[in-house]
């Protein structure tokens, strides 16, 4: 009989854990907007994730450095960023989550936030890993589009190597012929075996990079399956891109997640989470 690995736990606050049997809301928008849309979306998710009785981390990006053209829009950038993102973790009382770059961004961000994501593209960047788990904050690595799950154990390696355990490996798809991802549910327990907690990044996962004209395009249609099969594959958290109105995004809009359809998918992912954990 299948039984999940055993990981080691990883404390962002008090009530938000990962590796403990509730599952993690990580969600947002692809990229802040304006701080009154943030601060706006953000208050609703986390009543959504209240109601389902998620432990809840908002998350948005304040530069979208990865964009497919030149001419779209990528953020308030880091000064204005970083003072959003405060402003968010203070007003909402929820801890907060954004991505970094480049290593010399680590130590400033993390004044603002509680956990410092490492992009797909850069998660064998030793330096941004090692500046990104110097700060203390919790780092969470996403796994390249072009690397095995178990490769995954050198990034791991480089954090532990500055004395770091408060690391967690987001699965967000594997490349898949030309403008397609696709993600093996055998990730999840190949990394979790590597003793860090695991999360799926659905929406991202449901991007066909490129695809659009002159832009990423999605697949939004399957985030509820997708989110479903990877609860059931043990996954300890759950990353989805939410907004209001996804076609007027300024980012990922192709994949998000509308807002109205995240409370009937919590209470999906609520209970599956609770017969495979045996809560």
Known sequence: MFTLP???EVVVTDD?????PPLVLVAG????ESEEHALELGRSIAAIARDAGMPYIFKASFDKANRTSITSFRGPGLDEGVRILKRIRETL???VLTDIHEPWQAERVAEAVDVLQIPAF?????????????TGRVVN???GQFLAPRDMRYALAKVHAVGSDKVVLTERGFSFGYNNLVVDMRAFPMMRELGAPVVFDVTHSLQLPGAGD???????E??????SAGVAAGVDGVFLEVHEEPARARSDGQNALPLQRLAPLLDRLVRLNAIVKGL
């Open 122 to 134: 850069l998660s064998r960047q030793t330096d941004l890993l090692v500046a990104a788990a110097r």
């Open 93 to 95: 009382g929820v801890p």
């Open 6 to 8: 055993e990981v080691r």
């Open 16 to 20: 938000v854990v990962f590796g403990r």
């Open 214 to 220: 002159g832009m990423t395009a999605g697949q939004a």
């Open 29 to 32: 928008p692809c990229v802040i």
């Open 141 to 143: 690595i996403k796994k």
């Open 222 to 227: 399957y985030i509820e399956p997708l989110a």
